[in-house]
């Protein structure tokens, strides 16, 4: 099950133009339109909860007005379950977003984790994932990279979707990739509304072959270090980095096993549903998508394990 918390760039610069050789279109607009046209196409993961913040930095004569980082940050809509019910207030609130100021990244994903982290659900019952959408650089606050902790890192995955190229791409990608997320640059409105889709497929195994690399090798150098002696500099500074990289397949494990599981649920739900003699085919590709990535799962959970055991130093 997942929670999935967009976070909406709402600077000045979002209420604008965008023009490519794709089309041209409003990116706020489009971005409001996306949301509303996945809750009715139906396409949020089964049993999640969506939740919409927005963020921008008030401006004044003489410059930036620096208020508090909350202040900066407005949020929509809490975490909430997307169904037919909840479709029309969550399209509602998304109709009064106002764009204006400029552009506080970092406090966004700052108050971004605190929403997702402070709900009522923990970490390990359901995939949590911040979902940010903005087109400019990150201009009012700490940088997006100092913010992602090895400990956000663990628990958090970060997407970023960037209208255009005027984005800090380096940074966003360094935010990215240390949570495990995805990096897309948009130039259309279709683009954006594939880019917005949240995946609810496993994500593709270059994701899990850098950070199965990445513990091969670390596993390496605690090797290596080890004739050196417990107490040298070296061993230390190899331990340490085995520990990080422990916890960053930790966190992958976990979030692999919780899909296995919402898989395993999902088959009896259907095997109740072919008992009673209820049409399968259309209900079966709405609420199962997973099923044939069960064996992908599995895969990458006896290589995460082995992983594990090579740095359980």
Known sequence: MWDVLYAIDASSSMGESHSSRRGRFVKI????????????AGDFPYGSRLGVLTFQAPTRAGGIFLAGGQEMV??????????ALTREDIEAKLSKIQVSGATPTGIAIEEGLRQLYGSDEGQMKRIKKLIMITDERSNVGPK????????????????????????????????????GGKFTVVEGADELYAAMKPSIEIRGLGVDEGLLAEAADASKELEARKAGGAASMEYRQALE??????????????EVLMLKSASDSEVELLASQLEKGLPMKEYAAKVWPRASELEQVEKIEKELRKAMDRLAA
């Not at 607009?29 to 509303?36: A, E, F, Q």
């Not at 980095?241 to 976990?254: C, E, M, S, T």
């Open 144 to 179: 997006p990279e100092k913010v992602v902790s090895d400990e956000v890192a663990v628990r958090a995955i970060i997407d970023v979707i960037a209208i255009g190229g005027k984005v800090n791409r380096e940074t966003l990608e360094k935010v990215t990739k240390k949570t």
């Open 74 to 83: 407005k949020v929509v809509l809490p975490l909430t379950r997307t169904d």
């Open 29 to 40: 607009d489009s971005v409001k339109r996306s949301i509303g046209d996945l809750l009715k």
């Open 241 to 254: 980095k085995a520990r990080q990289v422990r916890a960053r397949v930790n966190k992958r494990l976990a």
